[in-house]
């Protein structure tokens, strides 16, 4: 069955590591989209790609970063200069971008939880 | 800009109660809406759509939504809940023809506590 793949599950780290969430898809969708979600706020888009080798900030893009060299994958890096890392992390994507019925549908993975110890 | 207000953080209430899950939302253009729900360390399950047509919209395991242009609201409804709905959801707005790509903007959600 398609879907999208998250892993690891759960991660710890320490302050001052970088961390990298890894997120596949076998759906063939175009755009994905990297989420953080905290208690009582929803869902903030980090990042989201559209195509590959082209990504774009979210609103919460600072001490994140992301790379998207194939079109199944987008991890995400967790950096050292992201404040306040601990948080549930989602990795979504949609079929393709910019309009269409369909396209606005979001599938998501079962998430990543990080904590910093 | 758009933006999704959900009025109530948590609903408390008892098996095969009826519930409703309100949501207001904010934009200066048409758009579409979502309810998506998700059981505890898990993804989000899309629930039910609004894009055109028939303001009341038909979702999985009996939830349902109606869209109220005049009011900007799109509150989810179950006229009997079950144990097994006790999760947190979701509401969630697009702007049909957003170039920025699919954009949805949520809401902070809404906490359904199914009692014995």
């Known amino acids: 069955d398609g879907g999208i793949t998250q892993s690891p599950k759960y991660l710890f780290r320490k302050e001052g590591q970088n961390v990298t969430l890894s997120c596949e898809q076998n759906?063939?969708?175009?755009?994905m989209y990297w989420y953080r979600q905290d208690p009582g706020q929803g869902l903030r888009l980090i990042y989201y790609s559209q195509i590959v080798n082209d990504f774009q900030k979210g609103d919460i893009a600072e001490g994140y970063s992301v790379s998207r060299e194939k079109k199944e994958s987008f991890p995400l890096t967790v950096t050292s200069a992201q404040k306040n890392p601990t948080a549930f992390y989602l990795c979504?994507?949609?079929?393709?971008?910019?309009?269409?019925?369909?396209?606005?549908?979001?599938?998501f993975g079962a998430g990543s939880r990080l904590t910093v110890l | 800009a758009q933006s999704v207000t959900q009025l109530d953080s948590q609903v408390p209430v008892f098996e095969e109660a009826p519930v409703e899950l309100r949501c207001n939302y904010s934009?200066?253009?048409?758009?579409?809406l979502f309810w998506y729900v998700q059981y505890p360390n898990q993804g989000l399950q899309l629930l039910l759509k609004y894009l055109s047509g028939s303001t009341l919209v038909k979702g999985i395991n009996g939830f349902e939504a109606e869209f109220n242009k005049s009011q900007t609201s799109f509150h989810l409804r179950k006229p009997s809940v079950h144990i097994s709905d006790t999760a947190e959801y979701f509401c969630?707005?697009?702007?049909?023809?957003?170039?920025?790509?699919?954009?949805?903007?949520f809401g902070g959600g809404t906490r359904l506590m199914v009692k014995p």
């Open positions: 934009s200066s253009v048409s758009v579409y």
């Open positions: 969630a707005v697009s702007a049909p023809h957003n170039n920025a790509g699919n954009m949805l903007t």
């Open positions: 759906l063939n969708h175009d755009a």
């Open positions: 979504a994507s949609t079929p393709r971008p910019g309009g269409g019925s369909g396209a606005n549908v979001l599938t």
